[in-house]
């Protein structure tokens, strides 16, 4: 009884260390580093990327600095602008392309993101091929409202999508085609302080629902 007891116990913790082995995370960016934005895309030259390195600010005491998007002089009429974006682009790292095998259809994207006073951020979810001429663009849009460090996360594959691409293919995770997956902020209201503001950090794709 005993014998048999403990080898359940062994093929439990087995699997379980199985499973675990096979879980993968790739972290896009925590921020900690302050990776040059110059070449970063934004709507326009008022969209700014900046590091915040105010404790108070930070997600965690761990955290040493995050990313603040701000949009300054923000024109009339320029509601749901896409003003900006966060890339999680796997061909920009050597070997991606390998380690993707790991993630196809299973492939999570998560970060932890906060609102300026008063201000509504979209997030909107897009999915682009190599070289970016096939895309595929979320049919909808999740609002970013609270002053509060919030944890978003979003399997890619549970997604409705629109094609936006100029060449058109059908939306497929499981091929060996990899992928650049980005969040879009779009400008969804702003109070009447003039601009609109979000701090973002610890940018991650993972194969596996992550937890906060």
Same mark, same amino acid.
């Given at each position: @009884?005993?014998?048999?007891? &403990? @080898?359940?116990? $062994?093929?439990? +913790?087995?699997? $379980?260390? *199985?499973?675990? %082995?096979?879980?993968?995370?790739?972290?896009?960016?925590?921020?900690?580093?302050?990776?040059?934005?110059?070449?970063?895309?934004?709507?326009?030259?008022?969209?700014? *990327?900046?590091?915040? #390195?105010?404790?108070?600010?930070?997600?965690?005491?761990?955290?040493?600095?995050?990313?603040?998007?701000?949009?300054?002089?923000?024109?009339?009429?320029?509601?749901?602008?896409?003003?900006?974006?966060?890339?999680?682009?796997? *061909?920009?790292?050597?070997?991606?392309?390998?380690?993707?095998?790991?993630?196809? #259809?299973?492939?999570? @994207?998560? $970060?932890?993101?906060?609102?300026?006073?008063?201000?509504? +951020?979209?997030?909107?979810?897009?999915? +682009?091929?190599?070289?970016?001429?096939?895309?595929?663009?979320?049919?909808? @849009?999740?609002?970013?409202?609270?002053?509060?460090?919030? $944890? %978003?996360?979003?399997? *890619?594959?549970?997604?409705?999508?629109?094609?936006?691409?100029?060449?058109?293919? #059908?939306?497929?995770?499981?091929?060996?085609?990899?992928?650049?997956? #980005?969040?879009?902020?779009?400008?969804?209201?702003?109070?009447?302080?003039?601009?609109?503001?979000?701090?973002?950090?610890?940018?991650? &794709?993972?194969?596996?629902?992550? &937890?906060?």
């Amino acid at each position: @009884m005993i014998f048999k007891t &403990l @080898m359940t116990a $062994f093929i439990i +913790l087995s699997l $379980f260390s *199985f499973i675990n %082995a096979q879980k993968k995370e790739l972290i896009i960016s925590d921020f900690e580093n302050k990776p040059n934005t110059t070449s970063w895309w934004r709507d326009n030259p008022q969209v700014k *990327f900046l590091y915040d #390195e105010n404790k108070a600010d930070q997600v965690n005491k761990k955290s040493k600095a995050c990313l603040h998007v701000r949009w300054d002089s923000i024109p009339n009429n320029r509601t749901l602008t896409w003003f900006a974006d966060l890339k999680a682009d796997t *061909f920009a790292v050597d070997g991606m392309e390998k380690k993707w095998n790991a993630f196809k #259809e299973k492939t999570w @994207m998560s $970060f932890w993101c906060k609102a300026g006073e008063g201000d509504t +951020l979209m997030l909107h979810y897009l999915v +682009l091929s190599k070289g970016h001429k096939s895309k595929w663009g979320s049919t909808k @849009m999740i609002p970013l409202t609270s002053k509060k460090w919030t $944890f %978003a996360k979003v399997k *890619f594959a549970d997604l409705q999508y629109e094609n936006w691409g100029a060449v058109k293919a #059908e939306f497929d995770l499981k091929t060996d085609a990899v992928k650049c997956f #980005e969040v879009g902020l779009r400008l969804g209201y702003t109070s009447q302080k003039g601009f609109v503001e979000g701090w973002f950090d610890n940018i991650k &794709l993972t194969n596996y629902e992550p &937890l906060e």
